[in-house]
């Protein structure tokens, strides 16, 4: 089992920038990948960004540059470095981790761009 908790969300100006992170309970050295996800109301949730215990980094197309994953083994944390904000980012960002075939997630973080 595998706990997840994200902070840094807010309400930032389109332009913004804004770090969301995400603390596991345990070593991350075991999941496979991490990710983040985000829902915006009325959509479905979405792929962000994910990164493998490997390091190998997928982004989804909308990132374009604007985001980036990292992660810290030794503090058992993911980040998501996220710069040029728009109003269209605006959603619940979800932490999510998967070890083999059994998927966890954090409760989420609201990030809302607006001026």
């Known amino acids: 089992q595998v706990q997840l908790v994200e902070s840094g969300g807010g309400l930032v100006q389109p332009g913004g920038s804004l770090r969301l992170s995400c603390a596991a309970s345990?070593?991350?050295?075991?999941?496979?990948?991490m990710g983040w996800y985000r829902q915006a109301p009325g959509k479905q949730r979405e792929l962000v960004a994910t990164?493998?215990?490997?390091?190998?980094?997928t982004y989804a197309s909308f990132v374009k540059g604007r985001f980036t994953i990292s992660r810290d083994g030794g503090k058992n944390m993911v980040y998501l470095q996220m710069n040029s904000l728009k109003p269209e980012d605006t959603a619940v960002y979800y932490c999510?981790?998967?070890?083999?075939?059994?998927?966890?997630w954090g409760q989420g973080t609201q990030v809302t761009v607006s001026s």
């Open positions: 345990r070593t991350i050295f075991r999941l496979d990948v």
């Open positions: 990164i493998t215990s490997g390091t190998r980094i």
């Open positions: 999510n981790a998967a070890a083999g075939i059994t998927g966890y």
